[in-house]
């Protein structure tokens, strides 16, 4: 949609964007060969809206072929990091920042002890080591309870979870299945606990309507999309006039429509594609960008040495569902400062 916008209004330098789509299958054996094969059919930039693990992978041949790559949705630390980093670049915080915005929640919120209920992913096992290993300063974990992806039923976990006496309970999975019941069950078994999730279930709006009433009533979560950004508000519209007015704006959307926007933006710096070196430079030189996602004063920067766009920890917001198991805003009691 942000390219036939962008195309819809002249396009770029007076030509036309055309997005060509090739599948790794977040594959990390496969994603070389797609890009080189993305390369060979003309592509002047890569976006490299893969799994982290699959990106990585494709970094040697990204420097290689010298064409700059953005990750949209990433998250990863180590895809902008050395080596092979001189060409790729990301929007938003990474998983190090949320360590930093949930301790500082916790702090603000007098959480000393916290039970963390959990899915048996790879994924989310090593999301959890990085994340707990650098919140391990803030706050005890006294209790953790992890539960099959495909549960059908979390009952016990929970009732352990009750009886270990936490502060607050952190839930963190892949979202989908899971997450709902894992919410269902906490709200039924320990009603009035303070819960804490990743930002899944924020992005999941399908998943929202699987849970029992009210049952997400009072949960914070990591996000991104805060509904007091005007430029969000402006996205927000945009997206409900395309696809209906019950239509719910996720990180997603953000990222995809801010990257496009970057995109744009280093064209005309660059003074066209066909000079990848240029291009490079180009989106090294874009500083304060202000972004459709974060909070209000939230932008993006790079450099030759900054290939990480978020300026400060305010590209994240903690955000609390309302009783219509819906985000209502963002959480009252804490938001990272830029």
Same mark, same amino acid.
């Given at each position: 949609?942000?390219?036939?916008?962008?195309?819809?209004?002249?396009?770029?330098?007076?030509?036309?964007?055309?997005?060509?789509?090739?599948?790794?299958?977040?594959?990390?054996? %496969?994603?070389?060969?797609?890009?080189?094969?993305?390369?060979?059919?003309?592509?002047?930039?890569?976006?490299?809206? /893969?799994?982290?693990?699959?990106?990585?992978?494709? %970094?040697?041949?990204?420097?290689?072929?010298?064409?700059?790559?953005?990750?949209?949705?990433?998250?990863?630390?180590?895809?902008?990091?050395?080596?092979?980093?001189?060409?790729?670049?990301?929007?938003?915080?990474?998983?190090?920042?949320?360590? +930093?915005?949930?301790?500082?929640?916790?702090? +603000?919120?007098?959480?000393?002890?916290?039970?963390?209920?959990?899915?048996?992913? /790879?994924?989310?096992?090593?999301?959890? %080591?990085?994340?707990?290993?650098?919140?391990?300063?803030?706050?005890?974990?006294?209790?953790?309870?992890?539960?099959?992806?495909?549960?059908?039923?979390?009952?016990?976990?929970?009732?352990?979870?009750?009886?270990?006496?936490?502060?607050?309970?952190?839930?963190?999975?892949?979202?989908?299945?899971?997450?709902?019941?894992?919410?269902? /069950?906490?709200?039924?078994?320990?009603?009035? +606990?303070?819960?804490?999730?990743?930002?899944?279930?924020?992005?999941?709006?399908?998943?929202? %309507?699987?849970?029992?009433?009210?049952?997400?009533?009072?949960?914070?979560?990591?996000?991104?999309?805060?509904?007091?950004?005007?430029? /969000?508000?402006?996205?927000? +519209?945009?997206?409900?006039?395309?696809? =209906?007015?019950?239509?719910?704006?996720?990180?997603?959307?953000?990222?995809?429509?801010?990257?496009?926007?970057?995109?744009?933006?280093?064209?005309?710096?660059?003074?066209?594609?066909?000079?990848?070196?240029?291009?490079?430079?180009?989106?090294?030189?874009?500083?304060?960008?202000?972004?459709?996602?974060?909070?209000?004063?939230?932008?993006?920067?790079?450099?030759?040495?900054?290939?990480?766009?978020?300026? =400060?920890? *305010?590209?994240?917001?903690?955000?609390?569902?309302?009783?219509?198991?819906?985000?209502?805003?963002?959480?009252?009691?804490?938001?990272?400062? *830029?």
């Amino acid at each position: 949609m942000a390219v036939q916008d962008i195309n819809d209004k002249g396009g770029v330098l007076g030509r036309p964007l055309k997005l060509v789509v090739g599948n790794d299958e977040s594959d990390p054996t %496969k994603a070389p060969a797609v890009v080189q094969k993305l390369a060979s059919d003309g592509a002047k930039l890569l976006l490299l809206q /893969t799994g982290s693990a699959a990106a990585i992978q494709a %970094k040697a041949t990204i420097s290689q072929l010298g064409i700059p790559a953005i990750a949209p949705t990433g998250v990863t630390q180590t895809l902008v990091s050395p080596p092979n980093n001189d060409l790729i670049y990301m929007l938003a915080n990474t998983t190090g920042d949320w360590a +930093k915005v949930y301790c500082g929640a916790f702090e +603000k919120a007098g959480i000393k002890k916290i039970g963390v209920l959990t899915d048996d992913t /790879t994924t989310i096992a090593a999301l959890d %080591k990085a994340l707990f290993d650098s919140m391990s300063s803030c706050v005890q974990i006294v209790a953790t309870e992890k539960g099959a992806a495909a549960a059908s039923d979390l009952s016990a976990q929970a009732a352990r979870l009750k009886n270990a006496n936490v502060d607050a309970i952190m839930v963190t999975s892949v979202g989908g299945a899971f997450e709902v019941l894992a919410q269902n /069950t906490l709200a039924s078994q320990i009603p009035g +606990k303070l819960r804490f999730s990743l930002a899944s279930i924020g992005n999941q709006p399908a998943s929202w %309507k699987l849970a029992n009433a009210s049952a997400l009533n009072g949960l914070v979560f990591m996000g991104s999309i805060n509904n007091q950004n005007p430029r /969000t508000q402006d996205l927000t +519209k945009l997206l409900k006039e395309k696809n =209906g007015s019950d239509y719910e704006i996720t990180a997603y959307d953000a990222n995809a429509w801010d990257t496009m926007q970057i995109v744009k933006l280093a064209i005309e710096k660059a003074g066209g594609v066909d000079d990848g070196k240029k291009l490079n430079e180009a989106i090294q030189s874009i500083s304060g960008f202000k972004s459709s996602f974060g909070q209000s004063s939230f932008t993006l920067s790079y450099s030759a040495t900054k290939h990480l766009g978020a300026d =400060g920890l *305010c590209g994240l917001s903690l955000i609390e569902f309302g009783s219509d198991n819906k985000p209502k805003g963002p959480w009252a009691t804490y938001q990272p400062p *830029c």
